[in-house]
């Protein structure tokens, strides 16, 4: 009898192997005949580029959550915070069905950080891709922090190594146009610009070592120009701040004069341990020079009169941990191409009187865009894409893939799977059974494009 039943266990087990074979099987012919259609480029000028605005416009960003007015009881402002996301995230998910909306983040505690860094800073960075700035620009936000709680913004364009010099300036004429309350600079961690000299038909290559850190990045001294022009007209910045303001790191030199600092909020759940009035009263921590916001206006906190804090946002893949670790000059935050990486902000004095406040990488809401253009914007998680073959078939539409990859392809016969299977072939990559493995293909060309070894940039709206 015990026999018979291993037996009969054994052939159960074999016919669900023998199904999920079959499944994965049937996936694979139904992404396959999906991939094959013959891709024709859209850009017949070979300029490599394609129309962001026809993705997004100003109407597609849902408005950002806000943090609720502080209220002196921490279980209560808990509670009214996370009332308050739980009512925002069902009207998003009531007025825009599923297919409508982008991956985005839906975990509050990450929004919390949000809501801290800018209650924190005097000066905001909002970091972009240049390649695709708009859909790295939440208008939300510009809106709240520029018109409401009035703070100084400075849009970073970063990596205009990655995209031709004319272009940089037609960006920057775009957003000083329709976003007049932004100061925008262009930004490389390398210490020049590279873009006049790249060949966008070939895969780029980029110094990968730490001593790139050691040299001064392009669009530094515009940075900190902007910050320092910002500081010197604030009349509630001390002078002490304004005749100290750097950002040459002297961290290694002062760690023993400075606070014995870490993040209040390091850890969300320690955050919400705290007595909410700590956050509220004049004199908090008045060792570390920093003074929370008060109760009547929570959107601003009083300047601290020792240190400037400038805080850091942007979207996963923007480049924003890059960019401070190059400032800095020495690798500091940890980067990574997964999108929600680091759940909580980072706090960095580079001096004695200039702190930086890093938030972690954040997709706000977004509807209508394909999910295509948020793969290979880094938006939404390669690991996480089933069908990568779809953005490929997108991204071949903009540049000539199989020139970059010097792939031997027929324009006939030139598709997703197509260009999969040949440089899944020349490069190796085979299955356990032997077969091209295509599906490794794709999500390294995929991976090629968010470290900017494949190049594609957009044109801004006309």
């Given at each position: 009898?015990?026999?018979?039943?291993?037996?009969?266990?054994?052939?159960?087990?074999?016919?669900?192997?023998?199904?999920?074979?079959?499944?994965?099987?049937?996936?694979?012919?139904?992404?396959k005949n999906?991939?094959?259609e013959?891709?024709?480029?859209d850009?017949?000028?070979n300029?490599?580029?394609?129309?962001?605005?026809?993705?997004?416009?100003?109407d597609?960003?849902?408005?950002?959550?806000?943090?609720?007015?502080?209220?002196?009881?921490?279980?209560?402002?808990?509670?009214?915070?996370?009332?308050?996301?739980?009512?925002w995230?069902t009207?998003?998910?009531t007025?825009?069905?599923?297919?409508?909306?982008?991956?985005?983040?839906?975990?509050?505690?990450?929004?919390?950080?949000?809501?801290?860094?800018?209650?924190?800073?005097?000066?905001?960075?909002?970091?972009?891709?240049?390649?695709?700035?708009l859909?790295?620009?939440?208008v939300?936000?510009?809106?709240?922090?520029?018109?409401?709680?009035?703070?100084?913004?400075?849009?970073?364009?970063?990596?205009?190594?990655?995209i031709?010099?004319?272009l940089?300036?037609?960006?920057?004429?775009?957003?000083?146009?329709?976003?007049?309350n932004?100061?925008?600079?262009?930004?490389?961690?390398y210490?020049?610009?590279?873009?006049e000299?790249i060949?966008?038909?070939?895969?780029?290559?980029?110094?990968?070592?730490?001593?790139?850190?050691?040299?001064?990045?392009?669009?530094?001294?515009?940075?900190?120009?902007?910050?320092?022009?910002?500081?010197?007209?604030?009349?509630?910045?001390?002078?002490i701040?304004?005749?100290?303001?750097?950002?040459?790191?002297k961290?290694?030199?002062?760690?023993?004069?400075l606070?014995?600092?870490?993040?209040?909020?390091?850890?969300?759940?320690?955050?919400?341990?705290?007595?909410?009035?700590?956050l509220?009263?004049?004199?908090?921590?008045?060792e570390?020079?920093?003074i929370?916001p008060k109760?009547?206006?929570?959107?601003?906190?009083?300047?601290?009169?020792?240190?400037?804090?400038?805080g850091?946002i942007?979207?996963p893949?923007?480049g924003?941990?890059s960019?401070?670790?190059?400032?800095?000059?020495?690798?500091?935050?940890?980067?990574?191409?997964?999108p929600?990486?680091?759940?909580?902000l980072?706090?960095l004095?580079?001096?004695?009187?200039?702190?930086?406040?890093?938030?972690?990488?954040?997709?706000?809401?977004?509807v209508?865009?394909?999910?295509?253009?948020?793969?290979?914007?880094g938006s939404?998680?390669?690991?996480q894409?089933?069908?990568?073959?779809?953005a490929?078939?997108?991204?071949?539409?903009?540049?000539?893939?199989?020139l970059?990859?010097?792939?031997?392809?027929?324009t006939?016969?030139?598709?997703?799977w197509?260009?999969?299977?040949?440089?899944?072939?020349?490069?190796?990559?085979?299955?356990?059974k032997?077969?091209?493995?295509v599906?490794?293909?794709?999500?390294?060309?995929?991976?090629d494009?968010?470290?900017?070894?494949?190049?594609f940039?957009?044109k801004?709206?006309?």
């Amino acid at each position: 009898m015990a026999h018979n039943l291993l037996t009969t266990k054994f052939i159960a087990s074999a016919d669900v192997d023998s199904n999920s074979t079959n499944v994965a099987n049937a996936l694979i012919e139904q992404h396959k005949n999906e991939s094959c259609e013959i891709i024709k480029r859209d850009n017949v000028n070979n300029d490599y580029s394609g129309s962001e605005s026809i993705i997004l416009k100003k109407d597609n960003y849902v408005k950002m959550p806000i943090r609720p007015s502080i209220v002196a009881d921490a279980k209560k402002q808990k509670d009214n915070e996370q009332l308050y996301f739980n009512t925002w995230l069902t009207d998003i998910k009531t007025k825009y069905t599923t297919e409508r909306l982008n991956w985005f983040e839906q975990n509050i505690e990450v929004w919390r950080q949000l809501w801290r860094v800018i209650e924190y800073s005097d000066i905001l960075l909002l970091v972009v891709d240049s390649r695709h700035p708009l859909s790295n620009f939440p208008v939300s936000m510009y809106d709240y922090v520029t018109n409401i709680i009035k703070k100084p913004l400075i849009l970073v364009m970063n990596k205009i190594d990655l995209i031709p010099n004319n272009l940089i300036k037609q960006w920057v004429d775009y957003f000083k146009t329709n976003y007049p309350n932004l100061i925008v600079v262009p930004f490389t961690i390398y210490p020049e610009n590279r873009s006049e000299t790249i060949n966008f038909t070939k895969l780029q290559k980029f110094k990968t070592n730490s001593s790139i850190l050691l040299e001064q990045p392009f669009g530094s001294k515009e940075l900190y120009d902007a910050c320092k022009k910002i500081i010197d007209a604030d009349p509630n910045i001390s002078q002490i701040i304004k005749q100290n303001f750097s950002f040459v790191s002297k961290v290694n030199n002062i760690s023993d004069s400075l606070p014995k600092y870490k993040s209040i909020y390091a850890d969300a759940d320690e955050y919400m341990k705290m007595d909410i009035t700590e956050l509220t009263v004049l004199d908090i921590n008045k060792e570390q020079g920093y003074i929370g916001p008060k109760n009547d206006n929570n959107d601003n906190s009083t300047p601290s009169t020792e240190f400037i804090t400038i805080g850091t946002i942007g979207h996963p893949n923007a480049g924003k941990s890059s960019c401070i670790n190059a400032l800095v000059g020495k690798k500091v935050v940890s980067v990574s191409n997964t999108p929600g990486h680091t759940k909580h902000l980072q706090t960095l004095f580079l001096n004695k009187h200039t702190r930086l406040c890093d938030c972690p990488g954040l997709v706000f809401c977004v509807v209508d865009m394909p999910k295509s253009h948020q793969v290979i914007t880094g938006s939404y998680p390669i690991a996480q894409c089933r069908d990568p073959y779809s953005a490929i078939t997108y991204l071949a539409r903009m540049i000539p893939l199989e020139l970059i990859y010097k792939l031997n392809i027929k324009t006939d016969e030139l598709s997703a799977w197509k260009i999969c299977e040949t440089l899944a072939e020349k490069k190796g990559f085979y299955s356990r059974k032997g077969s091209v493995d295509v599906y490794r293909a794709a999500n390294f060309i995929l991976r090629d494009v968010l470290s900017g070894a494949v190049t594609f940039y957009y044109k801004p709206p006309t």
